[in-house]
């Protein structure tokens, strides 16, 4: 089993649609959440940044954490075209230890 | 967030040869990572490079295809060293933020032949 799965996609959805992206992990230490969106050709960008369990909430995005269940979720409302792009979920031990990524799940937004 | 800059952005390598790449962040950052990314897959972590110590390497990677240099809190190096057509992946540099989270730099694309 991989420390950290996502359902690669592609996922497509028509604009304006709400986006589920989930992540699932094996490690139960793991206590810091992120979720990154990288775009074709340039380098992850921090969405999402969640410790321990609970919710989160910035703009159009919320991040749910259920350490429990070993379950973490990006939701993004009100989706637009340029939503289309890579959403990487990641997670670590504590602070300053490494992070372990999930493989990406590609998402397009269509007009 | 920092500012981080690679340079280059890409390249394509003759099989054999090396190729350094730079990062430069905007501001002075204990943590720094490099990563790479093969096509369509996500990333894995090279290494670790804080300033005044040497490079913490993950399974797998080692000091001589990839060394590393800190030489000071805003600039890092990696080099790929005589490379193969396996290496070609894009290599990513990041800095650690004051929560424990990551910032990433732009990438540098590399293309052995």
């Known amino acids: 089993q991989k420390e950290v799965e996502q359902d690669p996609g592609p996922l497509s959805v028509p604009e304006g649609a709400i986006v589920s992206l989930n992540c699932t992990y094996s490690?139960?230490?793991?206590?810091?959440f992120m979720w990154y969106r990288q775009y074709s050709r340039k380098g992850p960008e921090l969405l999402m940044y969640t410790y321990s369990s609970g919710n989160k909430e910035d703009g159009r995005f919320t991040a749910q954490v259920d350490k429990s269940s070993k379950y973490i979720s990006l939701f993004i409302r009100d989706s637009q075209p340029s939503d289309s792009a890579t959403y990487l979920c990641a997670m670590s031990l504590g602070y300053g230890q490494n992070f372990v990524f999930g493989p990406g799940t590609r998402l397009s937004v269509l007009p | 967030s920092a500012v981080i800059s690679q340079k280059p952005s890409r390249d394509i390598c003759q099989r054999g040869t090396s190729l350094t790449i730079q990062c430069q962040v905007d501001?002075?950052?204990?943590?720094m990572f490099w990563y790479r990314q093969q096509p369509g897959q996500s990333l894995t972590l090279i290494a670790t490079a804080n300033q005044g110590s040497e490079a913490t390497y993950e399974s797998g990677f080692v000091i001589d295809k990839f060394p590393i240099s800190r030489p000071n809190l805003t600039f890092s190096t990696l080099t790929v060293s005589n490379m193969s057509p396996e290496d070609s992946s894009i290599y990513l540099c990041?800095?650690?933020?004051?929560?424990?989270?990551?910032?990433f730099g732009p990438g540098t694309r590399l293309t052995v032949t």
């Open positions: 501001s002075q950052v204990t943590m």
């Open positions: 990041s800095v650690g933020g004051e929560k424990g989270e990551q910032y």
């Open positions: 490690n139960s230490a793991f206590q810091y």
